[in-house]
């Protein structure tokens, strides 16, 4: 695709440019300022900096719900960008370990666009999309990136906070998730397409919370040469951890 950068910025900043149906952050200023940001890193990708991205072979959950979730996509310009974009996506199964359910690692699929893969090259930005198979849990985690979720198709239920409700966000929605803000995102009877955003700081590691005989642990997981994310090590959740991840 041609100008990839100008065109994947300009929409996405129109759709976000709307109000969120579920700001996030400690006041409206702070909710504007992280979506600045994340639009400030789009302006400063590249047509320039472009790579070959081999397409490889298609997941189950691509095979399963790709078209179906292309055929229903919202109309909106970046809905079109992603229509055009499509042919030429390199979809994975974004976690792959013994310690979670085949079902989960099938159930959460992802193309890149921006970053260290996808067609741009960036070292601030990642982009791409994100598709979730339906009756998925992404259990709660948090990671030192602001990530931004704009669905495109189909809706998804995303939690911040062990004890909170969920927010249901749905085809023209985005939500906006702070840096280390812990949440979680689960699926109905339908599945559901996103095109997501990931800047600031975009460390290595994602980390998994989980309570086993009631003690709470948190997972890192970290991606490997291929982008996969595997688990590298576990500890316990302490209270500095919880106190700065927006838990209450
Ligand atoms: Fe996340």
Known sequence: ??????????????????????????????HNAMVKQCVD????LSDDHRRHVDIGAAPDALTRYGAALLDQM??????????DLWPELHWYEIFSDPSISEALSRGLITAPISGTRG???????????????????????????????????????ICHGRNKSPMQIKAGDYSLTPPN????????????????TWTGDLAN??????????????????????GTWKVARK?????DVIAHSGDA
């Open 119 to 157: 067609q741009l090259v960036s070292g601030e930005l990642l982009s791409g999309l994100f598709l979730l198979a339906p009756h998925t849990h992404y259990p709660l985690h948090q990671h030192p990136a602001l990530e931004i979720y704009y669905v495109l198709s189909g809706e998804v239920g």
């Open 181 to 196: 803000q812990v949440h979680s995102l689960t699926t109905g009877d339908s599945p559901c397409l996103i095109i997501f």
């Open 41 to 44: 890193g789009l302006a400063r």
């Open 205 to 226: 590691e994602n980390w998994w919370w989980d309570e086993q005989d009631g003690i709470w642990m948190r997972t890192c997981w970290q991606r490997d040469a291929k």
């Open 1 to 30: 695709m041609q100008d990839l950068a100008k065109k994947l910025h300009a929409a996405f900043a129109e759709a976000v440019a709307r109000p969120a149906t579920h700001p996030s952050g400690k006041n409206q200023d702070d």
């Open 235 to 239: 500890e316990h959740l302490g209270d």
């Open 74 to 83: 919202i109309d909106s310009d970046l809905a079109h960008l992603v229509a």
